[in-house]
């Protein structure tokens, strides 16, 4: 059994305007998507999210004594044996976006209004901590205390379900807000009304979609 807590200290990013300006002339009717496409290549590998998930993961390792009497089996709890832990938890996430592979692809034009549609955005862990002055443990006479193996690996179980709920804490809502904030003035100097500019993903992303987003490459997999 496990429950689990999480309080979320979301961190905008201020969005570094690393990006080349554009130098089409404003007012321009036909913009030219290749131009536009060069321009948010430029960006690379924007960041624009981060954030700070404080989890609380709580362990109960039961002592149970199975056998078999007279051809039925029994799966008895001892109740003298019980071992629970509780582990406080800090990870940070980024969310960045890899414009490398922006393309034509990612521009619909349809007379004055334009849809640009994002590279999927990918999350890494930069920072992963035990609390360790906090940890709890609560282990019978008749058992060992908890290893230092036996917490990192909680720990670490902590951490994949921080990074699956990633959808619901709205880090990827932010990163989307932010790469708005940079490609949105760039539109505009293109000719385009603020208006008319539909900044998204190509879909809403779920929990079963996280595996693909994770960046676990990049991944700094301290647990201090």
């Not at 051809?71 to 996430?93: A, Q, Y």
Request: charged share 30%; proline share 4%.
């Amino acid at each position: 059994m496990r429950a689990v807590y999480c309080f979320i200290i979301v961190m905008c990013l201020s969005c570094q305007w690393a990006c080349r300006d554009g130098k089409t002339g404003v007012g321009e009717a036909d913009v030219d998507t290749l131009s536009l496409v060069m321009q948010v290549k430029e960006c690379a590998r924007l960041y624009t999210a981060e954030c700070e998930v404080h989890k609380l993961v709580l362990k109960e390792d039961p002592l149970h004594v199975k056998g078999s009497i007279f051809k039925k089996n029994f799966d008895v709890k001892v109740p003298i044996g019980e071992r629970k832990v509780m582990i406080p938890l800090s990870v940070t996430l980024k969310a960045y976006i890899d414009f490398s592979g922006f393309g034509e692809k990612n521009v619909l034009r349809s007379g004055d209004r334009i849809v640009v549609t994002l590279p999927d955005p990918r999350v890494v862990v930069t920072g992963s901590r035990i609390d360790h002055d906090g940890v709890r443990q609560f282990v019978s006479l008749t058992r060992f205390d908890y290893t230092s193996a036996e917490l990192a690996d909680f720990a670490r179980q902590g951490e994949e379900d921080v990074l699956l709920s990633v959808p619901q804490i709205g880090l990827l809502d932010v990163a989307r807000e932010n790469a708005a904030h940079v490609l949105v003035p760039m539109l505009s100097k293109l000719g385009y009304d603020e208006r008319n500019i539909v900044i998204s993903f190509r879909k809403d992303f779920t929990r079963t979609d996280m595996p693909l987003l994770l960046d676990r490459e990049r991944m700094n997999e301290k647990l201090k």
